[in-house]
């Protein structure tokens, strides 16, 4: 059997992209997955003066809003640090009245280190939905990386 050149080439140009293949499968990083962090310890105060003023805007009008600052742990048992750790719960006025009606997303915790550490989040509600506040189902989910 006489092996032609275009044979070679072509025998060649497979094992290449073999080896490619191959390469990739071994050095590509890990798949982006969100990591779910857990929050407990729920708790919140009254916002300093500094962080007090603020408005409620819906549909271009602005109302007035009280200031929360809602404190608790995160518990994030991934090992990486967790960039932007969505934050995702429920708070019900003292009538039982949601606050965040048809949204569960209440904002983000910049950076959550691994293990169990301390968070604070801010939070503006209307001055008519009268407290005490009561926190349900908070949890976070994050990525160890930039999401774009």
């Known amino acids: ?7 070679l080439r072509t ?3 497979v094992l290449a992209l073999c080896c490619l293949t191959l390469t990739s499968w071994l050095f590509s990083p890990s798949a982006l997955a969100a990591v779910d962090v857990r929050l407990y ?6 916002c300093p003066p500094e ?4 408005a409620v805007t819906s549909g271009g009008m602005t109302a007035a809003a009280n200031c929360f600052l809602i404190t608790g742990k995160a518990e994030n048992k991934s090992g990486k640090a967790l960039l932007d750790a969505d934050v995702f719960g429920r708070i ?3 009538n039982g009245n ?4 048809n949204r569960t997303r209440l904002g983000a915790i910049e950076t959550v280190p691994p293990g169990i550490s301390d ?8 001055k008519e939905l009268p407290p005490p506040l009561t926190l349900e189902q908070f949890k976070a989910s994050g ?3 930039k999401v774009r």
């Open 1 to 7: 059997m006489k092996l032609t050149a275009a044979y």
């Open 11 to 13: 025998r060649l140009v």
């Open 41 to 46: 310890d729920l708790s919140y105060k009254d």
């Open 51 to 54: 962080l007090a003023e603020g």
């Open 92 to 94: 019900y006025d003292a």
């Open 98 to 101: 949601s606050i965040m009606e």
């Open 119 to 126: 968070f604070e989040m801010r939070m503006s509600i209307p």
């Open 143 to 145: 990525f160890s990386t």
